[in-house]
T-cell receptor, first 116, second 118 residues
Framework: AQSVTQLGSHVSVSEGALVLLRCNYS??????LFWYVQYPNQGLQLLLK??????LVKGINGFEAEFKKSETSFHLTKPSAHMSDAAEYFC??????????????FGSGTQLTVLP | GAGVSQSPRYKVAKRGQDVALRCDPI?????LFWYQQALGQGPEFLTY????????KSGLPSDRFFAERPEGSVSTLKIQRTQQEDSAVYLC????????????????FGEGSRLTVL
């Protein structure tokens, strides 16, 4: 069964600083990996996804993530934080082989705070 | 519609009442998922439909939870005899089949139905 672990339930950065949110996955075969963002009282919005094409994936709002099979990681980064980036971020994994579960499995989330 | 639509957005129920939450997926999406998100937690999988067939209900926490999608489009999540621990946001998502041409694996989420059980 696939799973993801997000290290750090809360991350604070200063405006303009690098954002790094960590995600490690567990899967017997390379899965599909996703980062979603959730603003208060809203649903989840897709930031970016890895689907076995390029290992460096660029998403919306200047975010990107790199799939590293050797480290089983899919960390989310943004070079310069903006106040509007403050939100909850979820890493998720989805199995793609026959017989694997079809649902997304989410990590516990990382709350990003951006300080002025 | 353009996106996944859920109703009601907010529901307050007294303990013991039955509730029904509705999800209208993106037109043409055959896969539909229900998730439960407790306060401060990530979404937890409840159940999955492909068209009208409920292929996985392993995440439903008890037999008080029931989901249906009779015509392969709109889905309803029903919770009978609600308990305080049922208080959560219930998220619905839809997608195209993952292994078909053009399938990206992405789930599109609605804004959720927030249930508060008093």
């Amino acid at each position: 069964a696939q799973s993801v672990t997000q290290l750090g339930s809360h991350v604070s950065v200063s405006e303009g600083a690098l954002v790094l949110l960590r995600c490690n996955y567990s899967s017997s075969v390379p899965p599909y990996l996703f980062w979603y963002v959730q603003y208060p009282n809203q649903g989840l919005q897709l930031l970016l996804k890895y689907t076995s094409a390029a290992t460096l994936v660029k998403g919306i709002n200047g975010f990107e993530a790199e799939f590293k099979k050797s480290e089983t990681s899919f960390h989310l980064t943004k070079p310069s934080a903006h106040m509007s980036d403050a939100a909850e971020y979820f890493c998720a994994v989805r199995g793609v082989s026959s017989g694997s579960a079809r649902q997304l499995t989410f990590g516990s989330g990382t709350q990003l705070t951006v300080l002025p | 519609g353009a996106g996944v639509s859920q109703s009601p957005r907010y529901k307050v129920a007294k303990r013991g009442q039955d509730v029904a939450l509705r999800c209208d997926p993106i037109s043409g999406h055959v896969s539909l998922f229900w998730y439960q998100q407790a306060l401060g937690q990530g979404p937890e999988f409840l159940t999955y439909f492909q068209n009208e067939a409920q292929l996985d209900k392993s995440g439903l926490p008890s037999d008080r939870f029931f989901a249906e999608r009779p015509e392969g489009s709109v889905s309803t999540l029903k919770i009978q005899r609600t308990q305080q621990e049922d208080s959560a946001v219930y998220l619905c998502a839809s997608s195209t089949p993952i292994l078909t041409s053009g399938g990206t694996g992405e789930l599109f989420f609605g804004e959720g139905s927030r249930l508060t059980v008093l």
